[in-house]
């Protein structure tokens, strides 16, 4: 054999293995399926991301989280929700995390957003106004197994927001979402398809007009609690159980995973007890009962981080906020005790208030999340974050904004990435372990 064709076969060979493991080229066998970062390889969304640096693209995408905090905040209270509706749309404003479904007979493929802090699932149809023209819609009248529910199903009464004027008719509803958007629905039912499960009869929300700029292109996928969730719509599938790894936002070429059922769930994994709100049962609140930085353990009140359902106070696991944030007392202790123990000067770059020059990162203490019955040692890679631009690195969270009157805490993406983070509703509890999410 010729030089040629050796060189030949050894191209082969290595075109062959890139496509075998090629995380874009197909799902996860079973009820898994890719968590895909909207700027990775694998996204249809990524285009506009790939020049930012890493701490840019944070900062762009935590923008959105004053929003996003004020919408938590108006769920928490059980009240119409009130917030300005912000007119226009914006080239890509989505949340963080999407997974690749199909929905109706045959299958059209959709790139959904992940949010552990909605029910009902949404996407944009055919004829929708205001939806982003980037990205094509949901054709209901070429699935064979679509229908239409009206306000006589018990559904619709299980949609927030939903309106009936008369019976019988089309079960409508409009939600905002991510704080400065809106949306108007039909309730309608569908053939969802999970990497190789099918749910039949899936109840969600065909869109057919948006305000604002934050509605993401393909739609959300809720993974709340609440009745319209897949959870819920799930039961008999998945028994109430999921977990989720969400890849670093470094990781340009590769995905996480969303694993559903008790099946291929970490066998030993340490949890802690899931409470539950009655004025919002979506949530997932967990018992967060100090923060250490370093050694120190912080002095903070307890009554600012008890869980009170009665005004929504306490901590919940967010899927869609970037970067963590506690109120502002609480944030205020944890931000001075590490100031005390990293050299300054400090400097503000965003929503991050407490900046340094990364030759002192030596000096970064790991800070710990105290949970009833578990700790959680935050890596430094979800505690830091460095410009690529500079020697500077960055405390990865910050207080609530001033301008939402909010007395919640949230543990966000940032802080979860290379965690497998597992739901088990069905035993009210909350599992974190060590994983490479990549």
């Not at 009820?31 to 895909?36: K, M």
């Not at 018990?154 to 309106?163: S, T």
């Not at 409009?174 to 629905?185: C, E, I, L, M, P």
């Given at each position: 054999?010729?030089?040629?064709?050796?060189?030949?076969?050894?191209?082969?060979?290595?075109?062959?293995?890139?496509?075998?493991?090629d995380?874009?080229?197909s799902?996860?066998?079973?009820?898994?399926?890719?968590?895909?970062?909207?700027?990775?390889?694998?996204?249809?969304?990524?285009?506009?991301?790939?020049?930012?640096?890493?701490?840019?693209?944070?900062?762009?995408?935590?923008s959105?989280?004053?929003?996003r905090l004020?919408y938590?905040?108006?769920?928490?209270?059980q009240k119409?929700?009130?917030?300005?509706?912000?007119?226009?749309h914006?080239?890509?404003?989505?949340?963080?995390?999407?997974?690749?479904v199909?929905?109706g007979?045959?299958?059209?493929?959709?790139?959904?957003?992940?949010?552990?802090?909605?029910?009902?699932?949404?996407?944009?149809?055919?004829?929708?106004?205001?939806?982003?023209?980037?990205?094509?819609?949901?054709?209901?009248?070429?699935?064979?197994?679509?229908?239409?529910?009206?306000?006589?199903?018990?559904q619709?009464?299980?949609?927030?927001?939903?309106?009936?004027?008369?019976t019988?008719?089309?079960?409508?509803?409009?939600?905002?979402?991510?704080?400065?958007?809106?949306?108007s629905?039909?309730?309608v039912?569908?053939?969802?398809?999970?990497?190789?499960?099918?749910?039949?009869?899936?109840?969600?929300?065909?869109?057919?007009?948006i305000?604002?700029?934050?509605?993401?292109?393909q739609?959300?996928?809720?993974l709340?609690?609440?009745?319209?969730?897949?959870?819920?719509?799930?039961q008999?599938?998945?028994?109430?159980?999921?977990?989720?790894c969400?890849?670093?936002?470094r990781?340009?070429?590769?995905?996480?995973?969303?694993?559903?059922?008790?099946?291929?769930?970490?066998?030993?994994?340490?949890?802690?007890?899931?409470?539950?709100?009655?004025?919002?049962?979506?949530?997932?609140?967990v018992?967060?009962t100090?923060?250490s930085?370093?050694?120190?353990?912080?002095?903070?009140?307890?009554?600012?981080?008890?869980?009170?359902p009665?005004?929504?106070?306490?901590?919940?696991?967010?899927?869609?906020?970037?970067?963590?944030r506690?109120?502002?007392?609480?944030?205020?202790?944890?931000?001075?005790?590490?100031?005390?123990?990293?050299?300054?000067?400090f400097?503000?770059?965003?929503?991050?208030d407490?900046?340094?020059?990364?030759?002192?990162?030596e000096?970064?203490?790991?800070?710990?999340?105290?949970?009833?019955?578990?700790?959680?040692v935050?890596?430094?890679?979800?505690?830091?974050?460095?410009?690529?631009?500079?020697?500077?690195?960055?405390?990865?969270?910050?207080?609530?904004?001033?301008?939402?009157?909010?007395?919640?805490?949230?543990?966000?993406?940032?802080?979860?990435?290379?965690?497998?983070?597992?739901?088990?509703?069905?035993?009210?509890?909350?599992?974190?372990?060590?994983?490479?999410?990549?």
């Amino acid at each position: 054999m010729d030089f040629a064709a050796i060189v030949f076969l050894l191209f082969a060979l290595i075109i062959s293995n890139t496509n075998a493991v090629d995380p874009c080229a197909s799902q996860v066998d079973g009820p898994g399926l890719s968590v895909i970062p909207i700027y990775g390889k694998c996204s249809p969304f990524v285009a506009p991301l790939r020049s930012n640096s890493l701490l840019n693209t944070v900062l762009n995408m935590a923008s959105k989280d004053p929003q996003r905090l004020k919408y938590l905040s108006a769920l928490i209270i059980q009240k119409t929700t009130s917030v300005p509706v912000a007119p226009g749309h914006q080239l890509l404003n989505i949340n963080n995390y999407v997974v690749r479904v199909k929905f109706g007979t045959p299958g059209q493929l959709l790139f959904m957003v992940l949010d552990t802090s909605n029910d009902v699932a949404w996407i944009p149809c055919s004829g929708c106004i205001g939806c982003s023209t980037t990205t094509a819609p949901f054709q209901p009248n070429t699935s064979s197994s679509f229908g239409s529910l009206d306000c006589s199903v018990p559904q619709c009464a299980q949609v927030r927001g939903f309106a009936c004027p008369t019976t019988p008719s089309t079960c409508l509803f409009n939600q905002t979402y991510g704080g400065d958007s809106s949306f108007s629905a039909n309730l309608v039912q569908d053939s969802l398809k999970l990497a190789n499960d099918v749910i039949p009869n899936f109840a969600f929300g065909c869109i057919n007009s948006i305000t604002g700029g934050s509605i993401p292109p393909q739609g959300l996928l809720g993974l709340g609690r609440g009745p319209m969730s897949l959870l819920s719509q799930s039961q008999s599938l998945y028994s109430g159980v999921f977990s989720y790894c969400l890849p670093s936002f470094r990781s340009f070429y590769f995905s996480g995973s969303l694993k559903l059922g008790p099946v291929g769930q970490p066998k030993t994994i340490k949890t802690t007890p899931l409470l539950r709100n009655p004025h919002r049962p979506s949530l997932y609140y967990v018992n967060l009962t100090g923060v250490s930085v370093g050694k120190v353990l912080v002095p903070i009140s307890p009554e600012l981080l008890a869980f009170d359902p009665s005004t929504g106070a306490g901590t919940i696991i967010d899927s869609g906020t970037v970067i963590t944030r506690f109120i502002q007392p609480i944030y205020t202790a944890i931000r001075e005790e590490f100031r005390k123990q990293v050299t300054g000067p400090f400097s503000s770059l965003g929503a991050f208030d407490t900046c340094f020059a990364s030759t002192n990162e030596e000096r970064a203490p790991a800070l710990t999340f105290h949970f009833s019955g578990l700790d959680l040692v935050l890596p430094t890679e979800n505690s830091l974050i460095h410009s690529s631009s500079g020697p500077l690195a960055c405390l990865a969270m910050a207080g609530s904004p001033d301008n939402v009157n909010s007395v919640l805490n949230v543990i966000a993406n940032l802080q979860q990435q290379n965690l497998r983070i597992l739901f088990d509703v069905a035993n009210s509890r909350l599992g974190i372990a060590r994983e490479l999410c990549n």
